[in-house]
């Protein structure tokens, strides 16, 4: 009898293999050959708390980044020249009294405030004496022409006009229709005129304008309505050229009586779509803008609310659609616009655009005329110092300096950060790359082929089943083995033959022939 055969070693296990040659830390030492030790356990203790630190870290890193947190920067940008902004400025009194016709207050008395007993005692205020001859109104009124004849006119309200040292006119103004009635708006753009620039900032350098708001043509306030004013003076706005004015709730006032300086500076600012923020990116929806603004946004869905509910438009809303007549006026329009503005804030809803331009403001007054003044202006425009100290006013509108603000928000926290953020927790706590994560797909890969795959393939294969044991030469051939000595294959009780293959030391079940 031989010497009993040693026992092969155990070949070591794939996972075993893998954890010494794969590069995520710590899996080396706790997949080892042998059994468990302390040592082991100790490792796997670190590994899991280390894991369970790192996949903390990426939860918590995304979460963060779904939450699209943004930053506001604020920048002062110099430039060597600006455009100046748009002025546009309306009288507070909406029509002169001197322009009133019988007619037009047959239709205009309910706006105005004036009942039909006090319809005389309302015409000699304004200076006509009561007609008691036969009067026969007109069967229509046009509103817009109205409103065309009956507004103060730049060319009489204009005394003096320079920009930039150089004199200035009535020309220089585009008429323009708000809830003010006509208005005027400077440097507009429109009508081919090329913008306006500065090169410089402080007095002297913008627009400079002498007004007389002709308080003389005031209408007496005969009551409490929409078109009555208690002010005296006019009323100013500073935007850009791609919106509108929205003077009655943006514009500021001015006074007669005084030189006002306005030093302004341009401010441009730019914010984040959504997710990020809340600024409206995609063009306006509207028949009659092009450019988005928030005031864009709101004369447009005050005219379609008023076409909606009144079936038709006050005279300063943009389209073709039929102008509201003065009852219209006080019965419908007037109702549902201050509805509108004070109470409904959910049909009326106006994004801020991505990008705008804004202009901060600072006011300052001087007293004019002087006492040593007063008799100049009066001789040099026929009035009289009375007259001059009630209606006249200096407006001074310029640039504190050539710069501007520029306010940008910026995403906090990009998909860069966030990958970065990873990889550096991946790397602290885990030693691992985006190479490592490769290996290990790789393996789950070769794991998934080997067992999964592997069973489906041997299941289609014959059964195969090894040999009992028996040794025969591969090649019968071979020296000292004759053909017709090779050996037989021996007969099983069974009554089945075992027949050796050519080429392995296994075997195939065969029916006895």
């Not at 008023?306 to 943009?318: A, F, I, W």
């Amino acid at each position: 009898m031989g010497a009993p055969e040693e026992e092969a070693p155990r070949p070591p296990s794939d996972i075993t293999v893998f954890g010494a040659n794969c590069t995520l830390h710590g899996l080396s030492h706790i997949f080892l050959p042998g059994g468990v030790t302390i040592r082991r356990l100790l490792w796997a203790a670190a590994f899991s708390s280390s894991l369970s630190i790192f996949l903390y870290q990426v939860a918590d890193r995304v979460i963060e980044y779904y939450q699209y947190p943004h930053v506001t920067i604020l920048d002062e940008m110099d430039s060597p020249l600006m455009y100046f902004p748009a002025i546009t400025l309306c009288n507070y009194n909406s029509y002169r009294k001197s322009q009133i016709r019988r007619n037009d207050m047959f239709w205009m008395a309910g706006l105005l405030g004036v009942e039909q007993s006090d319809f005389d005692d309302f015409m000699a205020a304004l200076g006509q004496p009561p007609d008691n001859s036969k009067f026969f109104p007109s069967k229509t009124f046009n509103m817009l022409e109205f409103v065309q004849r009956t507004s103060h006119n730049i060319d009489e309200m204009l005394l003096d006009c320079k920009y930039r040292g150089k004199d200035c006119g009535a020309e220089n103004f585009t008429t323009i229709y708000t809830r003010y009635g006509k208005c005027y708006t400077f440097n507009s753009g429109l009508d081919g005129n090329p913008l306006l620039t500065t090169l410089k900032g402080g007095t002297g350098n913008g627009l400079e304008i002498m007004l007389d708001i002709q308080q003389d043509e005031y209408l007496p306030v005969w009551g409490e309505t929409d078109e009555t004013s208690y002010e005296a003076g006019i009323k100013v706005q500073i935007h850009s050229q791609d919106e509108p004015p929205f003077i009655d709730q943006l514009g500021f006032g001015v006074a007669p009586g005084f030189q006002t300086f306005v030093s302004c500076q341009q401010q441009l600012l730019q914010y984040l779509p959504p997710p990020w923020g809340d600024c409206k990116s995609t063009p306006i929806d509207s028949e009659f803008f092009s450019t988005y603004s928030i005031t864009a946004c709101r004369i447009d869905c005050e005219t379609r609310y008023l076409l909606e509910n009144c079936n038709c438009r006050m005279v300063h809303m943009p389209g073709t659609s039929t102008v509201c007549t003065p009852e219209q006026y006080k019965d419908c329009a007037d109702p549902a616009l201050d509805f509108l503005v004070e109470k409904d804030n959910d049909y009326c809803v106006c994004q801020t655009p991505c990008n705008m331009t804004r202009y901060g403001k600072e006011l300052s007054m001087v007293k004019i005329p002087s006492k040593a003044s007063a008799k100049y202006l009066a001789k040099k425009f026929n009035k009289t110092e009375q007259y001059i100290g009630e209606n006249i006013l200096v407006l001074d509108i310029f640039f504190e300096a050539l710069n501007y603000e520029k306010i940008e928000q910026k995403k906090a926290y990009e998909i860069a950060g966030l990958l970065g953020d990873i990889g550096g927790q991946m790397g602290l706590f885990i030693g691992a790359s985006v190479l490592t994560i490769l290996e290990i797909f790789d393996y789950l890969y070769e794991v998934f082929k080997d067992k999964v795959l592997g069973y489906f393939i041997r299941k289609k294969r014959p059964q195969r089943c090894q040999s009992d044991n028996l040794e025969f030469p591969e090649n019968p051939t071979s020296p000292g083995v004759t053909p017709n000595h090779a050996p037989r294959a021996p007969v099983t009780p069974s009554g089945v033959t075992r027949t050796v293959s050519d080429s392995r030391r296994t075997c195939y079940l065969v029916t006895r022939l």
